[in-house]
């Protein structure tokens, strides 16, 4: 290789692995939104690039939980019905009234909260992996929502969101979905937590190498219990945002989230075994997802098809930028 | 004809070089002595020639032919056999299981786990082995008798040339003769063997020849009855004895710093003892007595089930390893790469990791604080490190260990716990490490150094407690303490099996 | 080795007594047999509440329609407990299932030797599948939970491509062999001692062996010789054909085929094989477990139906059922090692 090459790649290879794996993503974001525009050019308006995103941040929000989560090492499973939960209480417990959405979003949030308290606490007092644990959670959160509404039979199961909820998805500022700006906020808050906060490199330190963060003082418990209780917490801001969005709760409204929210993280180079990646690779891999399902369907591939080709995909990502180093 | 030989090898990791055009010669029926400093290059060495490290130069030459050994399962191909520092055992597998691994005895083509059990029985009983149980889980044993099962299983397979490196660790007396008694009938049957060790007397009386290592290289290699002690230190360090290790400063007054009250728990039994202001207290013993407990269970990691700890004459009750910090202590633990460091993170999060709290202002980092202060420790310890957001687990050996002290510097520890501070470590780190335990305890600040080189403990500390079964059983003042005192009285233990020695 | 002992006193004090081996048996399969006490525990509360509800015993009707449910789950199961053993996981269970039992009931036809070859197809199938699995986990170096997503992923696509419909018929005569009776005895009483049978042969293969001990410590397994990226590469595709299998059977029970059906055997196998005690750190535990696990987890759906639960709160239960199982395999963990 001539030295004019070598130091024209020299950037790249000063990228650490998941830096890499975010950067590709954002590329492929990019070539996939021109890859739609050739095939249909209002694919590329903004008009519904808002709207891809929109969606994306669906995922996003739910993938952020999901981001704290891996990066120590664990995964919550639970997501799915968290979020079908979170969004039948709001609708059922406002009634579509916005006199009531003052108290209510607060209190589905904390519920969901409280629920991933429950998950972290489970995991570090009872030592039940993280698997075992998440999955029973979303059981018993299935049952209870089956069970409670009567299998979605019951009398407030229709009601939708509360108005001002609704707006504030799907309401327009600037000519951006407001939506939008509600990812926004939660990227630049994850981003601070993650890179200037204590509790950021301590999670960092904990996904590592949790015997040797306890030895350097962390509180291994409560960082655990902190990150799974924002798995919930993120989960239940998915659940209003979606049912704002769709102006109802449905059942199995959360299932494709799952798949979709570990997808996100890993495609954003986030290592599945925890300690190192951020949650701006993972809002690449959430549009990154959205934009490919949606690429394929403008060129009429089935579900099928889809489903195949992010299987696909996510292999790809994986092949270049997620193994393991060699051993010496 | 040598049975092995390593020509011009040369290896480096991280920008450190372990070996440095070494070479390395055994013969069939000999028994050879690897000696050196931690950070000398014995360790990579065996490695190298056990198809676990590939050289980054040289040649390997096994009975007379050149060989390339890709990994361990070519060596054994070749008939080398190695009992590694790193057990090789299946924690939760039995030692029958263990000790058969890949030959198991076959009914009908199926492993026979019956005949299994009672192979393995023979293997030890063979080896003059009784009291350990083939049916027992191995993550059941004592340190002492895992390393046993690791020697029989290798030792079994009949190699042609055996390694060892620094098999006699964690064995009693009666122990390391039974493994002597081994070695000699090997070495009757014409087996080429070496080992590793740190005891003057062990490999005066067993080893044919002695092979120095000095900085990455092979310095020589003398008879054993031609070799004297003195010599021997000499040609391992490049200087004289006295001029080795930095004399103790002797403690001008005896303030207690850290007082502990018959302490019981994890593997310790009535504990007592006082560590002094400034004082560098040596816990010695053979590995696995309890000296890994006792200072987990004063950093809060174990939980003591009776007993007292004072710090400075105020009783404390420390439950996990925040406490502690905050009671002023710091733990080196034994593993810096899987309990230490956090590899793939740079050494700016290292080194601040425990005293995040101090530097950060409602939960946000101060990073300018962050970085002088880092600044500083880089400069006092001289780290080598091109930029501190350089991942860790890129740094050379001593300057990752320099990294994990600093961290504990920065937190302004009084009590500092160390195990085993110069494993793996490259001679010239070792000795500013030396340096500083001195500067540190001229400070008024506490040590307890437990160390695998008893040679290290005697020069370094002001007092040994000898470690055996989890009580203190001998403690051994300076000044001029004698290495050969420390071992005397650490084996002299009740072997933890029955062994038969081999006549 | 004193000269007054006999060769014979060498050999009666090598074989262990009866009562050691027992003694060390207990003692390492803990988790083994409190799983198994679980699963008794279920069968009387399930004989308690049966007898209530119905006044009688159970007879072979119950017995062959509780294993014919368990079946499914019984066989993904032992391919989990296959990968689990190496301390991975195979999230794409639920997509063999789906292929297979799709693939099976859109070609399968009413006679022998289609239905034995089919039946050959499917199972290459899903080892093939696995196969891929071992591939990308052993030589791509990839986790194996984030390889085994996107698998499954890719099998979910293509069941739906092979049957996007829900259809296709598997012949009567299939599912008479596979979930009916052969003679008095349920087929899939037969079915399932033959699986216990093949464990007790597999246990005895360097295969398992090796499982284990990349399952206890990887780098130490390779340092001991054993055959580790051969041995893990045939986990995920043995795992694969328990797949393919249980595809099979599920097509057989429902006699027809459906590409989404099988999804939720992904999360179900990994309940049996934590209820039936093996850890997911990898390196312990039996597929014999795992079967019990499967068990119990039917018994618990009969036991909530005749107990006159509100089937809507199953899922309530189960994931209740699973957290408290683990949460009980810890004290009683913890209460053991505070008597050492």
Redesign the interface.
């Known amino acids: 290789m001539s030295t004019e090459q070598r130091t024209f790649l020299q950037p790249w290879h000063r990228l650490s692995h998941s830096q890499r794996g975010t950067l590709l993503a954002y590329i492929a974001v990019f070539v996939l939104f021109i890859v739609g525009g050739i095939y249909r050019p209002s694919f590329v308006y903004p008009n519904n690039i808002g709207q891809l995103l929109l969606l994306a941040s669906f995922v996003g929000i739910v993938a952020a939980g999901q981001t704290f989560v891996i990066l120590i090492g664990g ?1 919550d ?1 639970s997501v799915p019905w968290v979020l079908n939960a979170m969004a039948v209480l709001l609708t059922t417990t406002s009634l579509g009234m916005d006199s009531r959405a003052w108290w209510v979003v607060p209190l589905v949030l904390l519920v969901g909260l409280a629920i991933g308290i429950v998950n972290g606490l ?1 995991i570090v007092l ?4 993280p ?3 998440t ?10 929502v ?2 409670l509404t ?2 979605f039979t019951c009398s407030a199961c229709n009601s939708v969101a509360p108005p001002s909820v609704q707006t504030v998805i799907t309401g327009q500022l600037l000519g951006i979905p407001a939506g939008l700006l509600v990812w926004l906020l939660i990227a630049v808050l994850a981003g601070l937590v993650l890179g200037f906060t204590t509790l950021g490199r301590r999670i960092y330190a904990l996904g590592n190498n949790a015997v040797a963060a306890y030895l350097a003082g962390v509180n291994v418990r409560l960082v655990t219990v902190i990150v799974y209780a924002l798995g919930g917490l993120f989960a239940s801001i998915a659940g209003i945002a979606l049912t704002a969005f769709g102006q109802q709760a449905t059942l199995g409204m959360g299932d494709p989230y799952l ?1 979709d929210s ?2 996100a993280v ?1 495609i954003g180079g986030t ?3 925890g300690g190192r990646g951020n949650y701006w690779g993972t809002i690449a891999g959430a549009i990154f997802l959205v934009v490919l399902r949606a690429v394929l369907q403008e060129y009429n591939i ?11 995909v ?2 790809v990502a ?2 270049l930028y ?3 180093a ?2 010496v | 004809m040598a049975s092995i030989e390593g020509r011009d090898i040369s290896k480096s990791f991280g920008g450190v070089r372990a070996l440095r055009n070494a070479s390395f010669s055994a013969e069939p029926g000999e028994v050879q002595a690897l000696v050196g400093e931690n950070g000398a290059g014995k360790s990579t060495m065996i490695k190298i020639l056990s198809g ?1 490290f590939r050289p980054d130069a040289g040649q390997t030459w096994v009975q007379g032919r050149e060989v390339v050994l890709g ?3 070519d060596a ?1 191909r070749l008939g080398i056999g190695t009992v ?1 520092q790193e ?8 030692v029958a ?1 263990n000790l058969l ?2 030959r ?1 005895p076959r009914t009908l083509g ?4 019956a005949a299994t ?2 192979a393995a ?2 293997l030890l ?1 063979e080896a003059g082995i009784s009291g350990i ?5 191995v993550a059941n044993l004592s340190l002492g008798q895992r390393q046993i099962v690791e020697v029989v299983k290798v030792i079994s397979r009949h190699p042609k040339i055996l390694f060892m490196d620094e098999p006699t660790s964690a064995l009693a007396e009666r122990e390391v003769e039974w493994l002597f008694g081994v070695i000699r009938k090997l070495r009757e049957q014409g087996t080429c063997i070496v080992f590793t060790s740190h005891r003057w007397n062990e490999i005066k009386g067993i080893a044919d020849r002695i092979m120095i290592f000095r900085n990455g290289e092979n310095v020589g290699t003398y008879e054993a009855t031609a070799l004297s002690e003195q010599d021997a230190v000499e040609h391992m360090t490049g200087r004289k004895l006295d001029m080795l290790y930095p004399e103790p400063v002797t403690l001008p007054e005896k303030t207690p710093m850290l007082q502990v009250s018959n302490l019981s728990g994890a593997g310790l039994h009535e504990v007592s003892f006082s560590a002094y202001k400034g004082e560098v207290l040596g816990i010695g013993g053979l590995a696995g007595q309890g000296q890994r407990e006792l200072l987990l269970t004063l950093f809060g990691v174990n939980r003591a089930r009776s007993g007292t700890i004072e710090i400075e004459g105020k009783s404390v009750r420390i439950g996990n390893p925040r406490e502690a910090i905050r009671r002023g202590m710091a733990l080196l633990p034994e593993d810096r790469k899987t309990e230490g460091l956090l590899l793939p993170l740079p050494v700016r999060q290292n080194l601040t990791l425990p005293i995040l709290g101090q530097l950060s202002r409602s939960g946000f980092i101060r990073r300018d604080c962050e970085a002088s202060l880092i600044r500083t420790m880089i400069d006092r310890l001289t780290i080598r490190t091109p930029s501190i957001d350089q991942p860790v687990g890129a740094l050379s050996g001593g300057n990752q260990q320099k990294v994990l002290i600093g961290r504990w510097l920065l937190t302004q520890a009084r009590i500092l716990l160390l195990y085993d501070v110069t494993r793996g470590v490259d001679v010239a780190t070792k000795h500013e490490i030396y340096e500083l335990i001195k500067h540190l305890s001229q400070e008024g600040r506490t040590i307890l150094l437990y160390s695998t080189d008893t040679e290290e403990m005697a020069h370094v500390c002001h007092r040994v407690l000898v470690m055996r079964e989890g009580r203190i059983v001998e403690e051994i003042a300076g000044p001029n303490i004698a290495p050969e005192a420390i071992v005397a009285a650490a084996i002299h233990v009740a072997a933890q099996v029955n062994v ?1 020695v081999p006549r | ?1 004193s000269t007054t002992e006999t060769k014979s006193d ?1 050999e009666r ?4 007594p009866a009562d ?2 027992l003694h ?1 048996y207990g ?2 399969n803990v988790p083994l047999l409190l799983s198994i006490g679980i699963l008794v525990a279920m069968i009387m509360l399930y004989l308690i509440l049966f007898v209530l509800a119905q006044r009688r015993l159970p007879g072979s009707f119950e017995l062959s329609t509780t294993l014919n449910n368990t079946m499914s789950v019984g066989l993904a199961a032992v391919g989990q407990t296959l990968v689990v053993l190496t301390g991975g ?1 195979d999230l794409s269970v639920g997509g063999i299932v789906d292929v297979t039992n799709s693939v099976a009931a859109q070609t399968m036809h009413d006679n022998p030797g289609s239905m034995l070859g089919i039946t050959l197809l499917v199972l290459a199938i899903g080892a093939g599948a696995g196969l891929i699995n071992g591939l ?1 986990v052993t030589y ?4 194996p ?3 085994t ?13 092979v049957l ?1 419909q829900q259809g296709g018929a598997i012949p009567p005569g299939f599912t008479n062999l596979l979930a009916g009776n052969i003679g008095i005895v349920p087929s899939s009483l037969v079915i399932f001692i033959l699986l216990i049978l093949l464990w007790q ?1 597999l ?4 295969f398992l ?1 090796t499982l ?2 990349i399952g ?2 990887e ?8 055959p580790v990226n051969l041995a893990k590469i045939g986990a995920y595709t043995v795992g694969g054909l328990f797949s393919g299998a249980a595809g099979l059977y599920l097509a057989a029970v429902a006699t027809s085929g459906d590409a989404t059906s099988g999804t939720p055997l992904t ?1 179900t196998s ?2 049996a094989v ?1 209820l039936g005690g093996v850890s ?2 990898g ?2 535990g039996s597929a014999v477990g795992s079967l019990v696990g499967a068990c119990i987890l039917t018994l618990l759906l009969n036991v909530l139906f005749f107990a006159g639960i ?1 089937p ?9 059922f ?2 408290l199982a ?2 009980a395999s ?2 009683v963990r913890r209460f053991l090692q505070s008597e050492r």
Do not use: C
């Not at chain 1, 009872?126 to 992996?129: A, L, S």
């Not at chain 2, 199926?110 to 786990?113: G, K, P, T, Y």
């Not at chain 3, 004090?13 to 262990?16: D, E, F, I, K, P």
């Open positions: 995964i499973l489970g009872f030592e039940i992996p698997v075992v644990m999955l029973g959670m979303n059981g018993v959160m299935q049952g209870l089956l069970g009567g299998g798949f570990i997808a890993v290592s599945i075994l089935s579900e099928a098809g889809r489903s195949i080709a992010t299987g696909v996510i292999l994986l092949l997620g193994r393991e060699r051993e | 676990l990994d361990p399962q054994m590694f057990l090789t055992l299946l924690p939760y597998m039995t299981e691994m890949g198991e199926f492993i026979d786990r059990a009672s029985w023979k009983h149980e083939p049916l027992e889980l038969e | 080795m060498v004090a090598q074989r262990t050691l081996r060390y003692a390492q996981i990308l791509g170096r990839l986790q939970i984030i390889v997503i996107a698998t499954l992923a890719i099998w979910q696509g293509v069941a739906l491509l996007p042969v246990r005895r293969t360097r062996v284990y001990a206890n410590d780098r130490a397994a390779r340092a001991n010789g054993v999360l990994i309940a934590v997911l750190f390196g312990r509100n809507q709160l199953q899922e309530f239960f189960q994931g209740l699973l957290i683990v949460v810890t004290l």
